[in-house]
C-alpha cells in the first residue's frame, strides 16, 4: 500500500454515501486483493475479504468490521434550478453554507451549497444557524439544464479537498469511517509479516451511518467466533467537555459498555499493555454508535470489540484526524489477532 495518508485522502476523495457505496467499495477492493486470499461482494453491498490463518482446519475466524459508506445529502426538490435537500445520516448544518458539493445527477455535478439572505429569512430564523429546508445547492445552471440533468433521489457528497495541517494530522469530510478503513488496511499489511492461527474476515460494511444493514447482515453471514470493530469516537478540542472527548495523537480508545464482551476487553487491554501502545478506555453506557451494536447479537451472538479513533469535528466536512492514531490501532488489532490461540474461546468468559 502506498503511504497511509497518501491512501487516506484517495478514500476520502471518493463518494460512498450510506447505501451508495460502490465507487468506494472498488477502491478497498483493488487495494485488499493482494493482501488477502479471498474477496467476494454481499448481498448488502458489504465488501468481505478472506485471510487465511495457519492452524489446523476448520479454523476459528474472526471478524474485523469497518464501515466504508459517509454521510452526505440528497435531493428531494428543484425550485427554478436551485436543488432542496435532506441529510443522509446525521449531520451538522450549522456548518453547511458555502460547502462545496458533487451532484451525482445524470452527470456529476459541482455545486455550492447556499442559504438565502436572513432578511428573507422567517423572522425566527434570522439570528441563528439555518435548518437545512431552507439550504440550497447552486449548481450554476439554467433550470432547465437542471431539470435535464438532476432529478429527486439523486446522492449529494462532500467536495471539499483533504487538507495536510501540521503535526501528521489531515482534515477532511468522510474520516468517519475511511480512517478505520486505512486502519484496518494496516491491519492487513501487518499481517503479511505475521504468523496467525486464525482465519480473518476483513469486512468493509455498508449503511452503517442509516440502518446498520451491512454489518448485520455480514455477520450473520460470516458467522465468526470474534468480531472487532474499527470506528471513530469524538476528539477533544477546546469548549467541549474532556470527559466525553478523546485527545488525538494519544493512541486509540478501547470501548467498555454493553456492547463490548469484557473478557476481549481484557484481551485487549493486556495487549496493548504488552505492546506500550497509548490508549484510553472509552465508557459506552448504552450504544456505542458503531456497528458491534448490531453484531454482538447476530444470530446466538457474537463477542464484540471496539477499537475508536479519535477524530475532532466530527460528522462535518472538516473532520480532523491524526495517522499514528489510524496506525497504533491497525498495529494493536493485527498483534492481537496474531496471539489469538486455537483454543481462546475456552477460555473467554464474561467476568
Known sequence: MQNIQTFLKTLISIPGLSGYESSIRELIEKTWKPLTDELEVSRMGSLHALK???????????????????????????????????????????????????????????????????????????DGPVPLQYLLVDTGLKPRDVDRLVQNGDTISFAQQPLELQGDTLAGHSLDN??????????????????????????ANTQEETTGGGARTSAFQLHPELAVVIDTTWGRSPG????????????????????????????????????????????????????????QVTSEGIPCMTVLIPIRYMHTPVEVVSMVDIK???SLIAEFIAQLSTDFMQHLSLD
Not at 475466524?61 to 436551485?82: E, P, Q, S
Not at 469484557?262 to 448504552?286: C, N, Q, R, T, W
Request: hydrophobic share 45%; charged share 20%.
Open 178 to 203: 475511511r480512517v478505520s478503513v486505512a486502519a484496518l488496511t494496516f491491519c492487513l499489511e501487518e499481517l503479511q509479516k505475521r504468523m496467525h492461527l486464525w482465519d480473518v474476515w476483513a469486512v
Open 52 to 126: 487465511r490463518g495457519s492452524g489446523k482446519a476448520p479454523r476459528p475466524k474472526i471478524l474485523i468490521a469497518a464501515h466504508m459508506d459517509a454521510i452526505g445529502l440528497m435531493v428531494t426538490g428543484i425550485n427554478d434550478g436551485f436543488l432542496r435537500l435532506t441529510n443522509i445520516g446525521g449531520l451538522d448544518a450549522r456548518v453547511l453554507p458555502g460547502q462545496p458539493v458533487l451532484v451525482h445527477g445524470r452527470r456529476n455535478l459541482p455545486g455550492v451549497i447556499v442559504q438565502p439572505p436572513a432578511h428573507l429569512l422567517p423572522a425566527e430564523m434570522r
Open 328 to 330: 497504533r490501532a491497525g
Open 240 to 295: 467541549v467537555p474532556d470527559h466525553k472527548t478523546f485527545p488525538i495523537g494519544k493512541g486509540p480508545t478501547l470501548g467498555w459498555g454493553p456492547d463490548v464482551h469484557s473478557g476481549l476487553h481484557k484481551a485487549f487491554i493486556a495487549v496493548a499493555d504488552k505492546m506500550e501502545l497509548p490508549y484510553a478506555i472509552e465508557i459506552m453506557p448504552s450504544h456505542s454508535g458503531t456497528d458491534a451494536h448490531v453484531i
